[in-house]
């Protein structure tokens, strides 16, 4: 089924499904020291792009109100 998403988020070209299972896999090889570093890594990851999403979400948001009151400019000039 790698390869394939029909229905299911993707990462790349594998359902996640397919991906928690050989990180799981791969977990289990590792000592509980090595499996803290990988642990700290991924959530290190998640947290940056958490962080960039909200520095987007935050720019879209005072792009749409800036829109907003120009779009309220031009309505009371014209009217």
């Given at each position: 089924m790698a390869?394939?998403c029909?229905?299911?988020?993707?990462v790349?070209?594998?359902?996640v499904s397919?991906?928690e299972?050989?990180?799981?896999e791969l977990?289990?090889?590792?000592?509980?020291?090595?499996?803290?570093?990988?642990t700290?890594y991924?959530?290190?990851?998640?947290?940056?792009?958490?962080?960039?999403e909200k520095f987007?979400?935050?720019?879209g948001l005072k792009?749409?109100?800036?829109l907003?009151?120009t779009?309220?400019?031009?309505?009371e000039?014209?009217?």
């Open positions: 390869g394939t029909s229905g299911e988020y993707c790349g070209k594998e359902p397919e991906i299972k050989k990180y799981q977990l289990e090889t590792l000592s509980p020291e090595q499996e803290e570093v990988i700290e991924c959530n290190a990851i998640f947290s940056s792009g958490a962080d960039t987007f979400y935050r720019l792009d749409g109100l800036n907003k009151n779009v309220k400019s031009v309505l000039m014209i009217s």
